[in-house]
């Protein structure tokens, strides 16, 4: 396999000259940014995705963008929106897009990050539409997609009925992933669509699922009008301030882009990827007056959660725990599913000036049944009860080339107070750095949110993070930050409070746009419990974990493009041997330009010694499919995606894929075990677009 594969590079190198990057690896590598930091195997960014490819197709005209539509692109800080708004007002509209480099916070990288999704133009869109022309000029996206693993599970053996319903170690539907979406949208200003996902395990068309899907979300939306800024009906994200008091779907944490920690809301958005928890459903809207904005929805939606029932009454008692997995394979996940009604109700009202933006939000939270968990040492603090309230306001405030941001919130149940604050500093094009402090009590919780933290919940932690970004060249680029944190409180596997670290730092060496080098060092220093069993107290540990990682990335001609990896991790602690892993793998990209198809190769090594020393790899994958498997034990693992258009307007991906793992004799426990060391794995989507 190995000589097979230098074969084809080789074949490939010698077959085509010219040198230039394919403007879609700026859409992957942002994608592949946000993904590490979540590391977390199945993840769905559809929504990020959309909005790049959607101004990757319909380029942002910057004579005329708002700051609001320059921070939705996510690739600008706040001074670098407010330089080109300020340019243009001082000196007029930009007649070329080579302007850029007269800006003072726009350097080349920044320039050639953007490029593909911005245009120069002096013609003003509409900005107010009608209904005709929503009609006539409107695209059309539907998307089906098949996905299944070719070995057989032990939670789909053939076993009698009877068994299946009174044992949580079969799965009542086939081993297929199923998903399906529809979506007629013009511009950035209308959107109506269905999403339909079946996972792996769950009924089609039988059982309890008579309806086919498992899964579904319709959404409208409708941005543009004078006062009536946008409305969503249906399905829909919510996002404000820093993210502690609310935001639904998935936001950038600490990444390798040291100075970014400041995250940018956007009020409404639309609702099309297949995560079945982290939305609203019902009613949105913001509305807007001169320099005020209001934005206001209502959401009741089920979910799923265990519930205990009154001893002595068929009627539910209260629930224990809400799950978040959205998955209904077996009868104990199947009853479990929407058993608790969840209402939300809020507002966030938001004063917009040239330079300050300040806001003040109010959000209920309600369930129909008590929600009581069961007290652990470590959630005692947690909310439990009916209904809270949460009440926060945030700033944004910019003064010559300091910009201050943060959020203060406080829940009702507790009447605790939590906060995020933070300040990012531009020196010039060459340098910046930010300071973020964040104090989140221990008996703070709101259950929809993503402020920056350590852990999962922006919950008993304190911290403070400093990021700094340096350009030593044209061509070298220094990321590093450190993040100091303490845990007041017990956390999970924590029996006492703890502290610990995090540093990285990452030099990148970019010559040109076809040839780009980085090298990563990552140090991470948390306690958890001693795994020392021999003593009556279980003590407190440091874990250290070391990762080091070299990675490059070249294009070869206009049509190939090579990427090598190797990384390496190393963990200590008392209790345990030192353990280490590794993983090398190499990618290669064959996109030419004349022909209707790209094709992806990956063939990759890894050894660890064990589930904690894992490594986690973005893969390339079909539209809207966000792959990063965590890789452990001892294996290799290669997949090769071709994807191929036609008509111009229909396109279709096949990717299969086959991890072998060495010495092992099985792979998964329990419903997921397989017999044997290999599990392969394939997909296959269509895509319209008109």
């Known amino acids: 396999m190995i000589k097979i594969l230098l074969y084809i590079i080789a074949l490939i190198i010698i077959s085509f000259n010219g040198k230039t990057q394919d403007k879609r690896e700026i859409i992957q590598q942002r994608i592949e940014l946000i993904a590490e930091q979540l590391g977390n195997e199945e993840i769905d960014l559809t929504t990020n995705l959309d909005k790049l490819n959607f101004y990757y197709d319909h380029p942002l005209n910057l004579n005329f963008a708002t700051s609001e539509e320059l921070n939705d692109l996510g690739l600008l800080n706040e001074f670098q929106v407010k330089n080109i708004i300020l340019h243009i007002e001082i000196n007029g509209k930009l007649i070329s897009i080579y302007e850029l480099q007269s800006l003072e ?144 779907g998935y936001g950038f944490g600490k990444t390798s882009d040291a100075t970014n920690i400041k995250k940018t809301a956007t009020s409404i958005r639309p609702y099309s990827s297949v995560d079945e928890t982290r939305f609203l459903r ?132 507790s009447g605790v107070i939590s906060q995020v604050h933070g300040v990012l500093v531009v020196l010039d094009s060459r340098a910046s750095f930010s300071l973020l402090f964040r104090n989140y009590n221990k008996a703070y919780q709101t259950l929809y949110n993503s402020g920056i933290s350590e852990g999962n919940a922006t919950q008993n932690e304190k911290g403070l993070y400093f990021g700094f970004k340096m350009k030593c060249s044209n061509a070298i680029v220094l990321n590093s930050y450190i993040d100091l944190f303490t845990s007041p409180w017990l956390k999970y596997q924590v029996n006492s409070p703890s502290s610990g670290y995090e540093f990285l730092a990452q030099l990148t060496f970019k010559p040109s746009k076809d040839l780009e080098l980085y090298g990563r060092y990552r140090e991470q220093l948390r306690q958890q419990n001693s795994r020392d069993f021999d003593v009556s107290i279980v003590e407190v540990e440091n874990v250290v974990q070391r990762n080091y990682r070299f990675h490059l990335s070249y294009s070869v001609s206009k049509s190939i493009i090579l990427k090598s990896r190797i990384e390496i991790v190393t963990i200590n602690r008392i209790s345990n041997y030192p353990e280490f892993g590794s993983l090398i793998f190499q990618d290669i990209q064959f996109r030419p330009k004349t022909a209707p198809f790209e094709i992806s190769l990956r063939y990759s090594f890894f050894q660890t010694d064990s589930y904690d020393s894992r490594i986690y790899a973005y893969e390339s994958n079909a539209l809207n499919i966000f792959s990063i498997p965590a890789f452990y034990y001892n294996g290799s693992r290669f997949y090769c995606m071709i994807q191929y258009t036609f008509l111009r307007k229909l396109d279709a991906c096949i990717k299969y894929g086959s991890t072998v793992y060495n010495n092992k004799k099985s792979i998964g426990t329990g419903a997921e075990e397989i017999k044997g060391n290999e599990k392969s794995d394939i997909t296959i989507q269509l895509r319209l677009k008109i």
Not at 191 to 197: E, F, Q
Not at 318 to 326: D, K, L
Not at 354 to 361: A, D, E, P, T, V
């Open 282 to 413: 019902g009613l949105a809207f913001d509305v807007g007056y001169k320099k005020l904005a209001l934005t206001t929805f209502l959401s009741l939606k089920k979910v799923d959660a265990n519930s205990i029932a009154d001893t002595f009454s068929s009627e539910l008692d209260f629930i224990s725990s809400i799950q978040m997995s959205g998955l209904h394979r077996t009868p104990t996940e199947i009853e479990r599913k929407n058993k608790l009604t969840e209402k939300m109700v809020g507002f966030h009202l938001k004063y917009n000036l040239r330079n300050l933006q300040c806001g003040i939000s109010a959000i209920y939270q309600g369930y129909n049944i008590n929600y009581e968990k069961v007290i652990q040492p470590y959630n005692k603090f947690d909310f439990r009860g009916k209904d809270f309230c949460s009440l926060s306001s945030d700033y944004n405030w910019i003064i010559q080339n300091f910009n201050f941001f943060g959020e203060i919130s406080r829940v009702s149940y």
């Open 105 to 248: 916070y726009w350097d080349l990288s920044t320039i050639q990050l953007v490029l593909p999704f911005v245009k120069v133009d002096d013609k003003l869109d509409q900005v107010h539409i009608r209904f005709k022309e929503v009609v006539r000029n409107g695209n059309i996206e539907a998307f089906a997609r098949y996905q299944s693993i070719f070995q057989h599970k032990s939670g789909y053996d053939d076993v009698s009925d009877s068994i299946q319903m009174k044992s949580s170690s079969y799965y009542l539907g086939n081993k297929d992933h199923y998903y399906s979406r529809f979506r007629y949208y013009y511009r950035t200003n209308f959107s109506l669509g269905i999403t339909a996902d079946k996972d792996p395990g769950e009924c089609f068309f039988k059982g309890k699922e008579t309806k086919g899907f498992d899964f579904y979300s319709l959404h409208a939306f409708y941005k543009g009008g004078k006062y009536l800024k946008s409305i969503a009906i249906g399905d829909y994200q919510i996002q404000i301030g820093q993210g502690l008091n609310l935001w639904t």
